[in-house]
T-cell receptor
Framework: AQSVTQPDIHITVSEGASLELRCNYS??????LFWYVQSPGQGLQLLLK??????LVQGIKGFEAEFKRSQSSFNLRKPSVHWSDAAEYFC??????????????FGQGTILTVHP | GAVVSQHPSRVICKSGTSVKIECRSL??????MFWYRQFPKQSLMLMAT?????????EQGVEKDKFLINHASLTLSTLTVTSAHPEDSSFYIC???????????FGNGTRLTVT
């Protein structure tokens, strides 16, 4: 079965520190990959996406993610975290192409806490 | 950028009543919209795919008679929770995409509380 796994439920970092949120996927073929951020009581905002090509993807708010096929991973990174980055982060995937483009499979989410 | 508006943001209703949630794509046409449900401290689970002008496609385990979906136009999909029960209390989020390979844009969600 297709799945997306975020091993870390909760991560705490200090403001200004670097951040890496892990994401692994299990799909028959390389899926399209996404990272979303959700603030409390809000919908999801797309940070970045990977469809193909360059494996290092730049997103909004200074985030980037690296696709590693050999590790079935798509980890999210930020060099210096700001207090406003505190939120919940979701990794998601869907089958590449076809008509099932909206059928995203989400990871369990990682809650990020930022200490001043 | 693309905006998806969801209304209401919060609703409290009594057990046995029905609640309608609207999802609108404000600056693009969405032939397909998606409805997700999120339980506290859990991830999002796809409930159904809403197709403009045709019946919705429900995921396994989702009661189509309880969660009525109507996609009457290219910019509006509605989810009606019929005969709501306390276990239906959840956070419901809609999403839409303008084209097949466009990423989904999500509404801000609706917090439903059934008393």
């Amino acid at each position: 079965a297709q799945s997306v796994t975020q091993p870390d439920i909760h991560i705490t970092v200090s403001e200004g520190a670097s951040l890496e949120l892990r994401c692994n996927y299990s799909y028959g073929a390389t899926p399209y990959l996404f990272w979303y951020v959700q603030s409390p009581g809000q919908g999801l905002q797309l940070l970045l996406k990977y469809f193909s090509g360059d494996t290092l993807v730049q997103g909004i708010k200074g985030f980037e993610a690296e696709f590693k096929r050999s590790q079935s991973s798509f980890n999210l990174r930020k060099p210096s975290v700001h207090w406003s980055d505190a939120a919940e982060y979701f990794c998601a995937a869907r089958n590449a192409g076809g008509t099932s483009y909206g059928k995203l499979t989400f990871g369990q989410g990682t809650i990020l806490t930022v200490h001043p | 950028g693309a905006v998806v508006s969801q209304h209401p943001s919060r609703v409290i209703c009594k057990s046995g009543t029905s609640v309608k949630i609207e999802c609108r794509s404000l600056d693009f046409q969405a032939t397909t919209m998606f409805w997700y449900r999120q339980f506290p401290k859990q991830s999002l689970m796809l409930m159904a795919t809403s197709n403009e002008g045709s019946k919705a496609t429900y995921e396994q385990g989702v009661e189509k008679d309880k969660f009525l979906i109507n996609h009457a136009s290219l910019t509006l999909s509605t989810l009606t929770v019929t005969s709501a029960h306390p276990e239906d209390s959840s956070f419901y989020i809609c999403s839409a995409s303008s084209t097949g390979n466009s990423p989904l844009h999500f509404g801000n969600g609706t917090r439903l509380t059934v008393t």
